[in-house]
């Protein structure tokens, strides 16, 4: 898990910094629709099965279509506003505020030598951004913002999961399927659609 989400966050790093520049929306627009169309056809050929879309499937699955969009937003968002080190660093207040939702919610409580254990991770992550010379007030929000979403996000998963009716595939692509129209409004209002479309032309 740890290794996948430090994979992640290098990976849209670099994608902003090399192709996406201002256009960070249409990096998660390209994810969000590759996880529709991916999972469509693993359901449609029998590789992964869910149950098919309801009138009852928003209510079920709520709030993870808001939090799955917020995550996306601010997560890509820091990425660029911030440099990797300290990205990464204040990354690890999202351990945090899971543990805390998880005693609120799903009422577990970890051992002391994990609260321990996560206690030096903040305590490390504070005195980088102590030290940080290049301070964004935007950066440290859309961060914060982002660990509040993430935590959030894997709590109420797990929360719906313990259900056992859509799975792990079902809730990811009726979160990404529940996104994507907001989301692609989003990118076209502010105007990111125009400048990639622009800048595709010109390259062509």
């Keep these: 898990m740890v290794s996948t989400f430090l994979c992640r966050s290098i990976f849209s790093h670099h994608s902003c910094e090399q192709t996406c520049s201002n256009d960070r929306k249409i990096l998660a627009l390209g994810q969000i629709i590759s996880t529709v169309v991916i999972l469509y056809t693993a359901k449609t050929f029998k590789f992964v099965t869910f149950p098919s879309l309801g009138r009852d499937t928003w209510s079920k699955i ?14 890509l968002g820091g990425t660029k506003e911030l440099s990797l080190p300290m990205f990464t660093a204040l990354r690890r207040f999202s351990i945090l505020l899971t543990m805390v939702l998880e005693f609120y919610i799903l009422g577990t409580q970890p051992s002391l030598s994990v609260q321990f254990s996560v206690y030096t991770m903040i305590g490390g992550a504070v005195l980088a951004a102590s030290n940080d010379l290049t301070f964004t007030a935007i950066g440290y929000s859309l961060v914060m913002l982002n660990n509040v979403f993430t935590a959030g996000n894997g709590v109420y ?31 076209i209002l502010t105007g990111e659609v125009t400048k990639v479309s622009q800048t595709f032309t010109n390259f062509v």
């Excluded at 799975?167 to 990118?187: D, I, S, W």
């Design 62 to 75: 709520f709030p993870l279509p808001i939090l799955f969009l917020g995550n996306a937003v601010t997560g």
């Design 157 to 187: 998963t797990k929360k719906r999961l313990e259900s056992k009716e859509y799975g792990k595939y079902g809730l990811m692509y009726y979160n990404a399927l529940f996104v994507l129209v907001p989301f692609a409004f989003v990118a």
